[in-house]
């Protein structure tokens, strides 16, 4: 069984930053995987952000994000991070880190395993 944990929300102002992390504990059926972000904003159905695959030479955005975030790993900590830049109010969601296998498939919204989530609200 694999725990996937998040942190860094928070409140910030727009074009303010922050940067989530998300590690991964526990073993997986490949040792390898692809790591990514969702979120699920008030009212709304949950929706990709960006994804990484095992090695970091494959990344994928949506196209809301493009240009301002950044999904980054270190697979050493087991860790995936996104920067946040240039914050926008409808980037006001709830993160979920997600685990797969598969990047393909995390990059259409599947995922093995996901994170309880973590808050950002984007507020002046």
């Known amino acids: 069984q694999v725990q996937v944990v998040e942190s860094g929300g928070g409140l910030v102002q727009p074009g303010g930053s922050l940067r989530l992390s998300c590690a991964a504990s526990?073993?997986?059926?490949?040792?390898?995987?692809?790591m990514g972000w969702f979120r699920q904003a008030p009212g709304k159905e949950r929706a990709f952000v960006a994804a990484?695959?095992?090695?970091?030479?494959?990344?994928n955005y949506a196209a809301s994000v493009k240009g301002r975030f950044t999904i980054s790993r270190d697979n050493a900590k087991r860790t995936v991070y996104l920067q946040m830049n240039s914050l926008k109010p409808e980037d006001t969601a709830i993160y979920y880190c997600?685990?797969?296998?598969?990047?393909?498939?995390?990059?259409?919204?599947?995922?093995?395993?996901w994170g309880q989530g973590t808050q950002v609200t984007v507020s002046s």
């Open positions: 997600a685990v797969d296998t598969s990047y393909m498939s995390l990059a259409r919204g599947e995922a093995d395993y």
């Open positions: 990484i695959s095992w090695s970091g030479d494959s990344t």
């Open positions: 526990g073993r997986t059926s490949r040792s390898t995987y692809a």
